[in-house]
C-alpha cells in the first residue's frame, strides 16, 4: 500500500505560479511511477504530467508543455508540480497518483495508476 497526500493548492491570479507537492508514504519501492492528473465538475479526470520514479524522463499533456514542470525528490519520497503561467482554465483539483510495475511507456490514463491522493484544489483567477 502506498499513501499519497498532496499540499500546496490554492487561489492566484493568471500569470501566477504554485508548486504542488505530493508526499508518499508506505511501500514506496514498488513505485515505478508518479503522475499528476486534474479534474473539473462535471469532467472526466484529466492527465497532466508524469515521471518515471527511477530517473529523470517526464511527459506532459500538451495544454500544460512549456508552463508546468513535474520533478521528484527520492529521498524525500515526493513528486513536485510547479505550475508558472497559470490560466483560469488551469482551475481544478489536482490530484497526484502512484503506480507500480511499469513499463518504459508513460501512462496518461487515470485507470493506469495503482494509487491516489486525495486532491488539492488549485483556482486560478482571470
Known amino acids: 500500500q502506498v499513501q499519497l497526500v498532496e499540499s500546496g493548492g490554492g487561489l492566484v491570479q493568471a500569470g501566477g505560479s504554485l508548486r504542488l507537492s505530493c508526499a508518499a508514504s508506505?511501500?514506496?519501492?514498488?513505485?515505478?511511477?508518479m503522475g499528476w492528473f486534474r479534474q473539473t465538475p462535471g469532467k472526466e479526470r484529466e492527465f497532466v504530467a508524469t515521471?518515471?520514479?527511477?530517473?529523470?524522463?517526464?511527459y506532459y499533456t500538451s495544454s500544460v508543455k512549456g508552463r508546468f514542470t513535474i520533478s521528484r525528490d527520492n529521498a524525500k519520497n515526493t513528486v513536485y508540480l510547479q505550475m508558472n503561467n497559470l490560466k483560469p482554465e488551469d482551475t481544478a483539483v489536482y490530484y497526484c497518483?502512484?503506480?507500480?510495475?511499469?513499463?518504459?511507456?508513460?501512462?496518461?490514463?487515470?485507470?493506469?495508476?495503482?494509487?491516489w491522493g486525495q486532491g488539492t484544489q488549485v483556482t486560478v483567477s482571470s
Open positions: 497518483a502512484a503506480k507500480y510495475y511499469s513499463g518504459s511507456a508513460y501512462y496518461t490514463r487515470d485507470s493506469q495508476y495503482d494509487y
Open positions: 508506505g511501500r514506496t519501492f514498488r513505485i515505478a511511477d
Open positions: 515521471i518515471k520514479w527511477s530517473s529523470d524522463n517526464t
